[in-house]
């Protein structure tokens, strides 16, 4: 079992910047794939971006690529979701996840945080 938790939603203006942050406990951090996704009002749950163990390959959402920068720290158990030039569109609950079974990217992720709320304003 693997607890996540999401942290460093808010409000923010339009071409603004947030750090979103996502602690994991109850499995070795360094061997989960963590992902995000956001889920907006009226809409599906979409992928945002990937990281995988090591930190060293990523990949992203075209609609966040340039923009968004996702990582991670193994030390800290903690993955970070770096989101520039934010966009109305953007504005959505993230979610963080992590998947511990896969070897390359998953299919479908086994743990999920609560999510944290992000705002842009126009």
């Known amino acids: 079992q693997v607890q996540l938790v999401e942290s460093g939603g808010g409000l923010v203006q339009a071409g603004g910047s947030l750090r979103l942050s996502c602690a994991a406990d109850?499995?070795?951090?360094?061997?989960?794939?963590m992902g995000w996704f956001r889920q907006a009002p009226g809409k599906e749950r979409e992928f945002v971006a990937a990281?995988?163990?090591?930190?060293?390959?990523?990949r992203y959402a075209e609609s966040v690529r340039g923009r968004f920068t996702i990582s991670r720290d193994n030390a800290k158990n903690t993955v970070y979701l770096q989101m520039n030039s934010l966009k109305p569109e953007d504005t959505a609950v993230y979610y963080c996840?992590?998947?511990?079974?896969?070897?390359?990217?998953?299919?479908?992720?086994?743990?999920w945080g609560q999510g944290t709320q992000v705002t842009v304003s126009s």
């Open positions: 109850g499995r070795t951090f360094s061997t989960l794939i």
């Open positions: 990281v995988k163990w090591s930190g060293a390959s990523t």
């Open positions: 996840a992590a998947d511990g079974d896969s070897r390359g990217w998953p299919a479908e992720y086994d743990f």
